[in-house]
């Protein structure tokens, strides 16, 4: 048990069936395990072992992967016209690759630990979560560091989850400043880490600090120097929504637009801030305040990054929620009001098309401006 933790909404969840808003088998890219592959091959009948092989495609993110073809609508090419999968009817559950025997949760494992936890894009999980305790969304979540090496990097993850679950905790601090307060300290460690300079001592007394320290730091902060600080990183401000709006939304607009029937603008400061003046974010923050933590721990951040490395992955965490507020603020730009089932909608529709087409991983990659930080940082603080 004490190398277990567990996404505590899997413990209510039961698939929605015929009753779900969406489906599993369209806009996603189902991996065909080797074990389900091996499976698919010892098939005798030979038209039987075709109609499954015969539908299996490399990845086009990860060319060693497998997964299967989807039709030019996105759905499965297994989906059928009464919304059942023809695996599933033609050769029983067993026969169905595992992440789709799985969906949504996911299994995450990392030396003796093993995390169980669930994709945001199934709009039952979206459903659990949007009436969860926000005090109680890991069973065990400790046993995500408990596991950790003494390496430097683990000690690394440890110091930002702590200041990461004592800033969560803070309840008369916006969700907007805590993601600043975040990604401040995250950009504060990758460069002690560049310079070398970054030792346990350091780590501890400097981010090992108590809710109550947390929240003197980041209050007088706001009142202070928010708006003076903001003034003077406006330029590093709009070049980052211009290379968002160029790279990511590139990419997602016309997807979103064909899943929502509303025009997706362009991202400008401009725009963000004359809608997040406009727009009663504040109200969406309960639910945001989950989604995003979850989303962070599903991601590995920052108990176990991509690749190790914690801002890269923060960053793909932060898409997410970027991607959401723009289509509220949209639906508002058009004075239609976003009610919690549209923002539900919303949220596990940009889940499913972030997680099924596109490697913002990638993108930071292409362009290590992104990973700076401190240079546009301040505008997570708009968002909620």
């Given at each position: 048990?004490?190398?277990?933790?567990?996404l505590s909404?899997?413990?209510?969840?039961s698939?929605?069936?015929?009753?779900?808003?969406?489906?599993?088998?369209?806009?996603?890219?189902?991996?065909?395990?080797?074990?389900?592959l091996?499976?698919?091959q010892?098939?005798?009948?030979?038209?039987?072992?075709q109609?499954?092989?015969?539908?299996?495609?490399?990845?086009s993110?990860?060319p060693?992967e497998?997964?299967?073809?989807r039709?030019e609508?996105g759905?499965?090419?297994?989906?059928d016209?009464?919304?059942?999968?023809?695996?599933?009817?033609s050769?029983?559950?067993?026969?169905?690759?595992?992440a789709?025997?799985?969906f949504?949760?996911e299994?995450?494992?990392?030396?003796?630990l093993?995390?169980e936890?669930?994709?945001?894009?199934?709009?039952?999980?979206?459903?659990?979560?949007?009436?969860?305790?926000?005090k109680?969304?890991?069973?065990?979540?400790?046993?995500?560091?408990?596991?950790?090496?003494?390496?430097?990097i683990?000690?690394?993850?440890?110091?930002?989850?702590?200041?990461?679950?004592?800033?969560?905790?803070?309840d008369?601090i916006y969700l907007?400043?805590?993601?600043?307060?975040?990604?401040?300290?995250?950009?504060?460690i990758?460069?002690?880490?560049?310079?070398?300079?970054l030792?346990?001592?350091?780590?501890?007394s400097?981010?090992?600090?108590?809710?109550?320290?947390?929240?003197?730091?980041?209050?007088?902060?706001?009142?202070?120097?928010h708006?003076?600080?903001?003034?003077?990183?406006?330029?590093e401000?709009?070049?980052?929504?211009?290379?968002?709006?160029?790279g990511?939304?590139?990419?997602?607009?016309?997807?979103?637009e064909?899943r929502?029937k509303?025009?997706?603008?362009?991202m400008?400061?401009?725009?963000?801030i004359k809608w997040?003046?406009q727009t009663?974010i504040e109200?969406y923050?309960?639910?945001?305040?989950?989604y995003?933590y979850?989303?962070?721990?599903?991601?590995?951040?920052?108990w176990?990054?991509?690749?190790s490395n914690?801002?890269?992955?923060?960053?793909?965490?932060?898409?997410g929620?970027?991607?959401?507020?723009h289509?509220?603020t949209?639906y508002?730009?058009?004075?239609?009001?976003?009610?919690?089932?549209?923002?539900?909608?919303?949220?596990?529709?940009v889940?499913?098309?972030?997680a099924?087409n596109?490697?913002n991983?990638r993108?930071?990659?292409e362009k290590?401006?992104?990973?700076?930080?401190?240079?546009?940082?301040?505008?997570?603080?708009?968002?909620?």
């Amino acid at each position: 048990m004490s190398d277990e933790a567990k996404l505590s909404l899997l413990e209510s969840f039961s698939c929605l069936a015929d009753a779900c808003p969406d489906d599993c088998c369209h806009q996603w890219n189902a991996h065909v395990d080797k074990e389900t592959l091996g499976k698919w091959q010892t098939i005798n009948d030979p038209a039987k072992r075709q109609a499954l092989i015969g539908t299996i495609e490399e990845s086009s993110q990860n060319p060693s992967e497998l997964v299967l073809i989807r039709k030019e609508n996105g759905n499965c090419i297994h989906l059928d016209e009464d919304g059942l999968c023809d695996i599933q009817t033609s050769f029983t559950h067993a026969y169905l690759p595992q992440a789709c025997q799985m969906f949504p949760r996911e299994v995450m494992n990392k030396n003796t630990l093993r995390f169980e936890t669930a994709h945001l894009s199934c709009p039952a999980i979206i459903e659990l979560l949007a009436r969860a305790d926000a005090k109680n969304l890991i069973n065990n979540e400790s046993a995500l560091y408990s596991s950790q090496g003494r390496d430097i990097i683990s000690q690394l993850s440890n110091s930002i989850h702590h200041y990461m679950e004592s800033i969560f905790k803070l309840d008369d601090i916006y969700l907007g400043l805590k993601i600043y307060a975040l990604s401040t300290v995250i950009d504060e460690i990758m460069q002690l880490a560049t310079e070398d300079t970054l030792t346990t001592e350091l780590l501890n007394s400097r981010y090992q600090l108590s809710p109550e320290q947390l929240h003197r730091k980041w209050q007088q902060w706001r009142d202070e120097s928010h708006n003076k600080e903001f003034e003077r990183d406006k330029a590093e401000i709009k070049n980052f929504l211009q290379t968002l709006d160029t790279g990511l939304m590139a990419k997602y607009k016309q997807p979103l637009e064909d899943r929502f029937k509303i025009n997706i603008p362009n991202m400008s400061l401009t725009n963000f801030i004359k809608w997040r003046e406009q727009t009663e974010i504040e109200r969406y923050e309960p639910f945001f305040e989950k989604y995003i933590y979850v989303k962070f721990l599903n991601h590995g951040f920052p108990w176990n990054p991509i690749q190790s490395n914690h801002a890269a992955t923060f960053l793909d965490c932060m898409f997410g929620l970027i991607l959401c507020h723009h289509v509220i603020t949209a639906y508002h730009r058009a004075n239609i009001l976003v009610d919690e089932d549209l923002l539900k909608k919303i949220t596990y529709t940009v889940e499913k098309i972030n997680a099924d087409n596109f490697d913002n991983f990638r993108l930071i990659s292409e362009k290590p401006e992104l990973l700076k930080m401190n240079k546009y940082n301040l505008f997570f603080t708009l968002l909620v």
